[in-house]
């Protein structure tokens, strides 16, 4: 899409993760944000928390001395709030404004007042990190107001979108505050929907039978469920970024949204001339700190898998991956395989004696030959725990190794050193069996850089993947396995019998799959994917405009992406 078919004026974006590096959302919006500036070029202004100080910068924003300097230079906020202007250090590069919120903890009490009396949001149970999430938002409504206040938006079409619970009160604010200006909502995965699964209640074969305030008060997540509904329902445009999260919503907050699906850019994806030296550099990497780590050098045919992700042991499907893996073993396979399970956990530090070992010439065990950091609670921690059980010793003889990375791969852990996405590109295939992953862009990721997946039909990728394309490895370089509430062992098993078959496949073969899997990911593309924001942008314009008394337009829908 080179033209935007829906004229906005000024249009905000705010989230908790902007320029603040967390998770999943910081990718949307990240790779989001260089097909927004194509389209409404620095109209676009992300609002993020100042949550940094001059010993801790964050790294991803650029101060500006001019960049909105006159409404700065005037604006009259709040005390204790403060804001900084400059752009997202992303492709694109964005105007944002970072704000610090310190000041709205002394007002928090009358404002949570005034939320219950317009909108009924229950704040009396709040806990943990709520009220941090509310004073931030709740300024940055602020902020929004006061921007939309200097620059004059009579007649102009204006709107506010805000990002998952950590950011209603603002939506909220602004609805009180500036009827004028359209309001979109995104849930990228709902309070109750994650702390359902997280329970290890079945989700899915009974969410017909779930009422989310009932559920909401039973564990305990009566303020965030009740900010996150209310934020939905008096939106102007309600979205969530897949089909199955949409069922979701409609069960547990009561209001069907519209699906805007996670799209992205390939930027940080090698070109050809570079693809297969960052591929090699990356296997010779991987492949050192299995034999560092086991005291022998593996071969160098070996097949590596890894999963990755956030620590969510069931929502994640780290414990489906590791009994695929430890089935993988009952297979006739032609190579080792090396599987990773790169997922941040409570560490404490790179293994010194394995520092030592990477650059020592010759290999020699030195005991525990599955971690690569220390863990502060290893008896605790769920997949060390899992690992050891289902009895992985990583013996030479061993056709398949299991190694635990439980550490975040920013470039600087002391062993790899290097990215994620630097090690990604080495894989041989990658696994993310999720059960509850309203989108997931770990698949998509992957496949990216050529490397198959194996995700389930409980992904809101695995169901685009399903409505797009045959779900084959040799179709789309994507393997979607049915799981539901009770089928765990049969989905293992589908699991193994599909690593097997890529570990023993030719390497024409995996050539071809390797190449299907990059194509897909191009379908994935934001410039495709945008048009569904654009219909989002109009829904919540037209429903300003009417409370002016003005319909402005209506474009068609949204097409359905095939090959």
């Known amino acids: 899409m080179d033209k935007a078919p829906v004229n906005v004026d000024l249009l905000f974006e705010t989230s908790w993760e902007v320029c603040n590096k967390i998770g999943g959302i910081y990718t949307v919006l990240s790779t989001k944000a260089k097909t927004l500036q194509k389209l409404y070029k620095d109209k676009t202004i992300f609002i993020g928390p100042d949550v940094w100080s001059n010993e801790n910068p964050s790294p991803y924003f650029v101060p500006s001395r001019t960049l909105l300097k006159d409404w700065k230079a005037q604006a009259q906020l709040p005390e204790g709030v403060s804001v900084r202007v400059g752009r997202w250090d992303i492709p694109g590069r964005p105007i944002v404004v970072l704000v610090k919120f310190d000041g709205m903890y002394a007002v928090k009490d009358a404002f949570y007042g005034r939320m219950w009396d317009l909108y009924k949001v229950d704040s009396l149970h709040a806990y943990g990190d709520y009220d941090e999430a509310c004073a931030f938002s709740h300024a940055a ?182 009994d695929s893996i430890a089935r993988l073993r009952e297979n006739k396979l032609s190579r080792t395989v090396l599987a990773f399970v790169m997922v941040p956990a409570w560490a404490k530090e790179a293994r010194p004696e394995l520092q030592a070992a990477l650059t020592a010439k010759r290999k020699s065990p030195i005991g525990d030959s599955v971690l690569t950091h220390t863990l502060n609670n290893p008896d605790q921690d769920p997949i060390n725990c899992r690992i050891r059980g289902i009895g992985f010793a990583n013996a030479k003889a061993d056709n398949v190794k299991v190694i635990y990375v439980p550490c975040y791969l920013n470039g600087s852990d002391g062993i790899f050193d290097k990215t994620y996405y630097d090690l990604l590109i080495g894989m041989d295939a990658t696994v993310f069996p999720s059960y509850y992953e309203p989108w997931g862009y770990t698949p998509l990721e992957s496949i990216a850089f050529g490397v198959p997946t194996i995700t389930t ?79 989002a942008f109009e829904v919540a314009l037209n429903a300003a405009a009417q409370r002016t008394g003005c319909l402005l337009y209506t474009s068609p829908s949204p097409r359905d992406r095939t090959r």
């Open 141 to 322: 409504g602020i902020v929004i107001e006061s921007i939309c206040q200097f620059t004059g938006i009579a007649d102009k079409k204006v709107i506010a979108h805000f990002d998952e619970w950590t950011t209603g009160m603002g939506l909220l604010y602004i609805k009180d505050k500036m009827p004028e200006v359209g309001t979109i909502f995104t849930t990228h995965a709902t309070c109750i929907g994650r702390s359902i699964c997280g329970n290890g209640k079945p989700l899915y074969d009974y969410l017909r039978g779930y009422n989310g305030d009932q559920m909401a008060s039973e564990l305990n997540m009566q303020s965030k469920h009740s900010l996150e509904k209310a934020a939905a329902l008096q939106a102007d445009c309600f979205t969530t970024v897949s089909d199955i999260t949409a069922i979701e919503c409609e069960q547990l907050l009561e209001r069907r949204p519209l699906v805007t699906p996670n799209g992205f850019e390939q930027n940080f994806v090698p070109t050809k001339g570079k693809f297969v030296p960052s591929r090699e550099a990356a296997r010779k990497t991987l492949l050192n700190v299995a034999s560092s780590l086991l005291g022998y050098k593996m071969p160098d045919d070996t097949f590596i898998i890894a999963t990755s992700g956030r620590c969510e042991y069931h929502n994640k499907g780290i414990d489906l991956y590791l």
């Open 457 to 535: 039909t409980l992904s809101g990728f695995g169901q685009w993947i399903l409505s797009t394309e045959d779900a084959t490895f040799s179709e789309c370089g994507v393997n979607v396995v049915a799981r539901g509430d009770f089928n765990y062992n049969e989905v293992v098993d589908r699991i193994a019998k599909s690593l097997e078959y890529l570990v023993n496949s030719n390497p024409a073969s995996l050539a071809m799959i390797s190449s299907r899997a990059m194509n897909t990911a191009s379908l994935a593309a934001w410039s495709y994917f945008i048009e569904y924001y654009v219909k």
